[in-house]
């Protein structure tokens, strides 16, 4: 079923990108070093320039913009800072409504910099459904409609006959719709387009640039570098501040890995449907779709009605090393995807890729200084980072600043979530905590007592 699927990702798989940006190659100075060219790092660059022009920027990526997650993912766009309304809900009850009203204000002004640099990312705010393929999920997204609704969100829940008169699929036994919390961009095209605004704004960007140490210097940070391509060389940035944005990269600063976990996540794109086949599972919206188990599928068609399908393993690999093919995921994937959509047999896949995703233990971002506050840190999306990616630099560049904002204010921000425990450890106790998850999912969402161990101490593996 995968052997025609190319081995790259559907959304880098075309021309158009930016770039290429020499690696620096004599030491140089800089007001403010971005260490990541993902979203959060660009993010950055553009608003320390929009807010002050004659800042001088400098942004460094080890491989290639949009190489890592930015550019790999599903393009689900969400207004969630917290990893969904429940999951916020629970861990900052006093801080939800707050939390709500800056995530919705962080995505339309994601909308209203697109509008305004004509950057055509194909973002469609359609909101997205989750539905139901247990019969105990169907309980669930009830009690999940009356949370949204209660915190003044387009929540509709749909029976069976309903769902499937939207989306199609014999699997469904009902859905929650939410009209207005996100909807899907294409991940790459916003990677790009960022980048492309950055530069006209005069930020410095430079491609294969790994930075390897951080140490003071004076009033500032003496940033040690290495290019990653040939030849090999060496430099130094001297900066006045730095901004750590690699994801599920290791962080040059040790102690932030305990942090975070990274996991290995895949996805697979079909060929372009045919318009009888598009017309057999309906999906009018064109809204995202993801099911309600620990182990979800997510799924959302293209501008070129493909259906992009990932998600459901989530693999840690001792170490965190990984790889961006995984025969077994992809061709369980692919299993999964026909007995949703029994009516697309003989769909071919074009595309199969994996990529890391940042987890925390507590499923949302975590934020802080080190050095005395000239290097600050946003890290730990867990998947949902294309929105909320904005909202880390701006509180990347507001700790930077010594600034107190409603979001510096924020909980969120001011406490670290519960660190990983170091390898040889980690690996087994990932493990175990992935097959309690999975065994909830056979256990109609019971929860056994590791799980709930970990609930306890504000472990999110609830989310």
């Known amino acids: 079923m995968i052997k025609d699927a190319?081995?790259?990702?559907?959304?880098?798989?075309?021309?158009?990108?930016?770039?290429?940006?020499?690696?620096?190659?004599?030491?140089?100075?800089?007001?403010?070093?971005?260490?990541?060219?993902?979203?959060?790092?660009?993010?950055?660059a553009v608003l320390a320039k929009q807010e002050n022009p004659a800042c001088d920027v400098v942004l460094v990526e080890r491989r290639s913009i949009a190489y890592g997650a930015s550019g790999r993912n599903g393009g689900f766009i969400s207004d969630s800072l917290t990893h969904g309304l429940a999951h916020g809900s629970r861990r900052w009850p006093s801080e939800?409504?707050?939390?709500?009203?800056?995530?919705?204000?962080?995505?339309?002004?994601?909308?209203?910099?697109?509008?305004?640099?004509?950057i055509d990312?194909?973002?469609?705010?359609?909101?997205?459904?989750?539905?139901?393929?247990?019969?105990?999920?169907?309980?669930e997204l009830r009690r999940a409609e009356k949370l949204h609704r209660e915190h003044g969100e387009d929540a509709v829940f749909l029976d069976r006959d309903e769902m499937r008169a939207d989306v199609d699929s014999p699997t469904y036994l009902g859905g929650l719709r939410l009209r207005g919390a996100g909807g899907l961009v294409d991940p790459a095209a916003l990677t790009w387009g960022l980048a492309r605004v950055a530069e006209?704004?005069?930020?410095?960007?430079?491609?294969?640039?790994?930075?390897?140490?951080?140490?003071?210097?004076?009033?500032?940070?003496?940033?040690?570098m290495r290019t990653t391509s040939r030849p090999p060389a060496c430099g130094v940035v001297y900066a006045g501040q730095v901004l750590l944005a690699t994801n599920a990269f290791p962080a040059v600063l040790r102690r932030l890995r305990n942090f975070v976990l990274p996991v290995w996540d895949y996805v697979l794109v079909t060929e372009p449907l045919s318009p009888a086949q598009r017309a057999s599972i309906r999906w009018a919206q064109g809204q995202g779709l993801t099911d309600a188990g620990n182990r979800f599928h997510y799924y959302r068609l293209t501008a070129d009605d493909r259906i992009l399908w990932g998600g459901y393993d989530a693999i840690?690999?001792?170490?965190?090393?990984?790889s961006e093919q995984r025969d077994a995921t992809h061709k369980r994937l692919a299993v999964h995807f026909f007995e949703t959509f029994?009516?697309?047999?003989?769909?071919?896949?074009?595309?199969?890729?994996?990529?890391?995703?940042?987890?925390?233990?507590?499923?949302?971002?975590?934020?802080?200084?080190?050095?005395?506050?000239?290097?600050?840190?946003?890290?730990?999306?867990?998947?949902?980072?294309?929105?909320a990616s904005r909202f880390g630099a701006l509180v990347g560049l507001d700790l930077l600043a010594g600034r107190s904002t409603d979001w510096t204010r924020l909980r969120m921000v001011?406490?670290?979530?519960?660190?990983f425990p170091p390898e040889p450890l980690r690996w087994p106790v990932v493990e175990v905590t992935r097959r309690a998850l999975a065994r909830a999912d056979d256990n109609e969402g019971r929860r056994g007592p590791w799980l709930r161990l970990l609930d306890r101490f504000g472990v999110g593996f609830d989310s």
């Not at 880098?12 to 070093?33: I, S």
């Not at 009203?101 to 004509?118: I, K, S």
């Not at 233990?361 to 929105?387: E, I, N």
Request: without cysteine.
């Open 342 to 387: 029994p009516q697309l047999h003989g769909l071919r896949f074009t595309h199969r890729w994996g990529g890391m995703i940042d987890s925390t233990s507590r499923f949302t971002p975590f934020f802080g200084t080190a050095m005395g506050g000239r290097v600050a840190y946003a890290l730990g999306y867990t998947g949902l980072g294309v929105g």
């Open 6 to 44: 190319a081995p790259r990702v559907f959304w880098t798989d075309r021309p158009g990108a930016p770039g290429p940006w020499e690696p620096p190659r004599t030491r140089t100075t800089a007001d403010l070093l971005i260490v990541g060219g993902g979203l959060t790092g660009l993010w950055a």
């Open 316 to 322: 840690y690999n001792f170490g965190g090393s990984g």
């Open 121 to 139: 990312a194909d973002l469609r705010l359609v909101g997205k459904t989750t539905v139901a393929v247990e019969p105990y999920q169907v309980a």
């Open 96 to 118: 939800i409504g707050t939390l709500l009203t800056l995530g919705r204000a962080n995505l339309a002004a994601v909308a209203d910099f697109l509008a305004h640099h004509g």
């Open 414 to 419: 001011r406490r670290h979530p519960v660190p």
């Open 200 to 224: 006209r704004l005069g930020v410095a960007i430079h491609e294969d640039t790994e930075v390897t140490a951080l140490t003071r210097a004076g009033a500032g940070v003496e940033a040690t």
